[in-house]
């Protein structure tokens, strides 16, 4: 299996290009990642570009963030659009066999920026993320979570086929305060391969 510091970056789609983050890019991201429409549904949004950029520039964080750019038809450049999370991990497996586990599966999450949504982007972006994680990183599951509040990310997992394995009440608390009620999904090599 390949790790993601050995793929060959940028990822291309029809639209996109999806590139490992930089620091000259902190900026850009943190511009769509501070506004509430976008913040209230991420797990992490720290409250200043100082926090955010202390945030993403660690090396952890880094290695599993990545940026998603589109033409600028006016100027021709790139523009960062969102970001998507590709974080890498084991499944759990019994001791006797947990060696065979490491490293299998990864853990998916995005954000788009407003003004780039509805227009299947971010379909486009997280399916190219799945075929990486199904083919050159040959992982055998990705899965996503989400509150259930937050219907444009679970409707955008069921469209690229993912399964509601877990619909939770009250479970996940939000920066808010409010307990609010979660959903996890899947999805299986095979199955990804079976919609291909």
Known sequence: MAALSDIEWPLITARLRIRPLEDADLDAVWEFRRLPE?????????????????TYSAPERRAITFVIEM????????????DIMIKVGDAWAQAEVADEAK?????LGWALAPGFT?????TEAVSAVIDLCFGPLGLRRVHA?????????????????MRREESSRKTALH???????GLNYGLL???WAGRR
């Open 38 to 54: 976008v913040n209230r549904w991420l797990g992490r949004a720290p409250a200043t570009r100082q926090a955010f950029h202390d």
């Open 71 to 82: 033409a600028d038809a006016l100027s021709g450049e790139d523009a960062i659009i969102g």
């Open 103 to 107: 490293g299998t599966e990864a853990e």
């Open 118 to 122: 509805g227009q299947g982007l971010a």
């Open 145 to 161: 979570g989400c509150f259930a509040a937050n219907e444009p990310s679970w409707r955008l997992m069921e469209r690229l086929g």
């Open 175 to 181: 920066r808010s305060g409010e307990w609010m009620d």
């Open 189 to 191: 090599a095979e199955e």
